[in-house]
């Protein structure tokens, strides 16, 4: 099935500063794919639509000038948290644009702002 | 979107088989019905999904009622490696995926 790698795994950051995590689809070309957060005990929660070579569409409450969103390929999207505070510390997980069949999601990437 | 209702967690024993519920009253008729799990500090798995006939794969199998209101997901001999928490999904054609609170499964050995 198709695979999609998700980088980092984790990563710990200090309060202010900004990251970056990348999501790739290695064996298809993904013209929409989501990003998600999962607080601790929490579901996920669907945060952004990435759309390949246009604007990010966010979900209601998600501030699309902290959660920067760049699908500039068929294989990559990025996420990048400005400005980082320990209120975003979470789970993020990407997504695929599945159409009418199964989804593959990203392992994960857990982030922790000191 | 439509709704569904999970019990929040179950318990079963290894090797033994395990019927996950879910509820789904509210659901339309382009709504397929799709399961996905997330074992901890992973990214959610695709299980299985379906529309009206019941369904088989290699991981499991969904049952659909026939007025498509109720489903359950049948892990046929559960082992530690299924504890994880379930979800129950439903979405329609090209619409995003929207996750509840699932069903928290522990598996006793």
């Known amino acids: 099935g198709a695979v999609v790698s998700q980088h980092p795994s984790w990563v710990i950051c200090k309060s202010g500063t900004s990251v970056k995590i990348e999501c790739r689809s290695l064996d298809f070309q993904a013209t929409t794919m989501f990003w998600y957060r999962q607080f601790p005990k929490q579901s996920l929660m669907l945060m952004a639509t990435?759309?390949?070579?246009?604007?990010?569409?966010?979900e209601q409450g998600v501030e699309k000038d902290k959660f920067l969103i760049n699908h500039a390929s068929l294989t990559l999207s990025t996420l990048t948290v400005t400005s980082a505070h320990p209120e975003d510390s979470s789970f993020y997980i990407c997504s695929y644009d599945r159409g009418t069949a199964s989804a593959f999601f990203g392992q994960g990437t857990r982030l922790t702002v000191v | 979107d439509a709704k569904t209702t999970q019990p929040n967690s179950m318990e079963s024993n290894e090797e033994e088989p395990v019927h996950l519920p879910c509820n789904h009253s509210?659901?339309?008729?382009?709504?397929?019905i799709h399961w996905y799990r997330q074992l901890p500090s992973q990214g959610p798995e695709y299980v299985i999904h379906?529309?009206?006939s019941n369904v088989n794969n290699r991981m499991a199998s969904l049952a659909i009622a026939e007025d498509r209101k109720s489903s359950t997901l049948i892990l046929h001999r559960a082992t530690l490696r299924d504890a994880a928490v379930y979800y129950c999904i439903l979405a329609g054609g090209n619409e995003k995926l929207t996750f509840g609170t699932g069903t928290r499964l522990t598996i006793i050995p």
């Open positions: 379906g529309l009206t």
């Open positions: 509210t659901i339309s008729g382009t709504d397929y």
């Open positions: 990435s759309n390949e070579g246009s604007k990010a569409t966010y």
